[in-house]
Structure formats: structure tokens, C-alpha cells
């Protein structure tokens, strides 16, 4: 192989979670598609709610903290913020570490608006954003039953998984 080294690449795997509360007068942006809706939700950002349990997952797989890390709602400069500039870095971090964001599966729950309509824009949008293959993002949707804040329409939550590649780095020898 003339001086060429292999790199190991060992899966990571992570979790994410979010939710906010549906208001009046905002407008509904869920995993970057805004989608027509008579409410929105309510957060220091635009609160997409998938976009942010994706972000809490890659950054789980790569044992990086959470959103809350890197964009705190203390800060003034992200007050209504686009949650697509968060994707955006959550996967840069995956290429700065020599990784590969392999797949992402989001949840929304909820029972109203319909995802489905949307599910294949939400897809091409997260792909875009992260730099992946759209046959690698998963998007899909549950209700509650009409049960819990869900299930009455008072908020909206997700949930994520997150697949990367990265670099095998052996344990450092202690002494």
C-alpha cells in the first residue's frame, strides 16, 4: 500500500430529545420546513423541535455535550435563531472529529399538524443541512392518543438517533 494508512472507523451512537410548547402568533418550523399551521412553537430560537433532538444526537455520538452547550437560550444572539445554522455546526463537528454522519432517524409527536404531507421535504432539508445522503435521514411521526400535553395539542416533541463514523482512538495508558 506504498505509505498509505487505514484508518478504523468504529460506529458512535446517540440520543436526542426535545420539546416545546405550541403559542399562538409564531410560526411552525419542524426539521427546517416551515409548515402552515395556526400555532408555533415557542422558544428562544425558531424552537424547531426536530432539528434540535437531531443536534442533541449527534453531539451524544460524539460525547460533545447537548445544544444547550454550544448555543445557550441565555444568549442574545440566538434569540429567534434559524435551528438550521445548529444542524449545520452539530455535523461540521462530526467532520472536524475525521467522522462520517452516516444516519439520522427523528420522531415527531404530535397530533396535529400531519406530518406525512411533509415527511419527504423534512428529509431533503436535514440531508442538505448535514451534508449526508438523503437514503441516510429518516423522518416519521406518532401521536399520544390524545394523551399528555401531545396529545391536547399544547406542544410538540421529538425524539433522535444518530450514527457516526469516527476515528478508533485507543484508550490513553494511565499510570
Sequence with gaps: MGGQTSTTLVP????????????AGRRLVLCGVAIAH???LEGHSDADVGL?????AIYG?????????????????????????FLRHAASRVVARGGILVHVDV????ERPRIAPH???MRRRI????C??????????????RLGFAGRGEGIAAQAAATVLLPFAPPAATA
Design 132 to 145: 449526508m445522503d438523503v437514503s441516510g435521514v429518516s423522518v416519521k411521526a406518532t401521536t399520544t392518543e
Design 52 to 56: 434540535h433532538a437531531i443536534c442533541d
Design 107 to 110: 420522531t415527531l409527536v404530535c
Design 119 to 121: 415527511a419527504e421535504a
Design 61 to 85: 455520538a460524539l460525547a460533545e455535550g447537548d445544544i444547550g452547550r454550544w448555543f445557550p437560550p441565555s444568549g442574545a444572539r440566538w434569540k429567534d435563531a434559524d435551528s438550521a445554522g
Design 12 to 23: 458512535r451512537t446517540g440520543l436526542g430529545f426535545d420539546v416545546h410548547r405550541l403559542v
Design 127 to 130: 440531508a442538505d443541512l448535514a
Design 38 to 40: 395556526d400555532k408555533g
